[in-house]
């Protein structure tokens, strides 16, 4: 009940094209979603996040869709670049962060 | 205003040794968590102190230990190593008080050899 998983494993995407990342989990006490970004020899650093009373957060080209009916949440790089390439984290949080596996995104130029 | 700071950086050591890392979180920041990072188990949750007091454990053995300081400051000690335990060890800081927002420092790079 504590996972959370991440899918896909790694994606390619062609520069200015959408990456899309999916993340569903099983409890319902999580109650924030924030999704992080590491590059390698870095720590994951804090995107964007949402909480469950919001379907739809947009930071930037960075945006959460969230439904919670489903259990589900993903996060979508509008314009992709070059430089987004990297390893991104969905997480939850309930009393600590439980981390998806993690998807290796690379925007080919 | 400055991050999560964590040393060392990379830290080589023998089986059965000890190892101790340490953490300064942000400033004003009163919660510390700990990580482990590693290709096959991804990103583990060790421990969270608030205010000088572990509030959360996750499930790794006791040979794995922390403490928070007055200034917010910890550390993570680990015990008897084992060749499994070579990972990356990341900190985590946060407000406390019911806020969730996480910042990371860059860890610290633990080889047993």
């Known amino acids: 009940q504590q996972q959370v998983k991440q899918s896909p494993q790694s994606l390619i995407v062609q520069k200015g094209g959408i990456s899309i990342i999916n993340c569903a989990y099983e409890n319902t006490a999580f109650d924030y979603f924030p999704w992080y970004q590491q590059f390698p020899g870095k720590g994951p650093a804090l995107l964007i996040a949402i909480r469950p009373d919001v379907s739809e957060k947009k930071e930037g080209r960075f945006t959460i869709s969230f439904n919670k009916s489903a259990k589900q949440f993903s996060l979508h790089i509008m314009d992709s670049q070059p430089g987004d390439s990297a390893t991104y984290f969905c997480a939850a949080y309930g009393n600590k962060l439980v981390f998806g596996a993690g998807t290796i995104l690379r925007v080919k130029s | 205003k400055a991050g999560v700071t964590q040393t060392p950086r990379y830290l080589i050591k023998t089986r059965g040794q000890q190892v101790t890392l340490s953490c300064s979180p942000i400033s004003g920041h009163r919660s510390v968590s700990w990580y482990q990072q590693t290709p096959g188990q991804g990103l583990q949750f060790l421990f969270e102190y608030f205010s000088e007091t572990q509030r959360n454990k996750g499930n790794f053995p006791g040979r794995f230990s922390g403490r928070q300081f007055s200034n917010s400051r910890s550390e993570m000690n680990v015990s008897t190593l084992e060749l499994g335990d070579s990972a990356l060890y990341l900190c985590?800081?946060?407000?406390?008080?019911?806020?969730?927002?996480?910042?990371f420092g860059q860890g610290t790079r633990l080889t047993v050899v």
């Open positions: 985590a800081s946060s407000p406390g008080g019911g806020v969730t927002e996480a910042f």
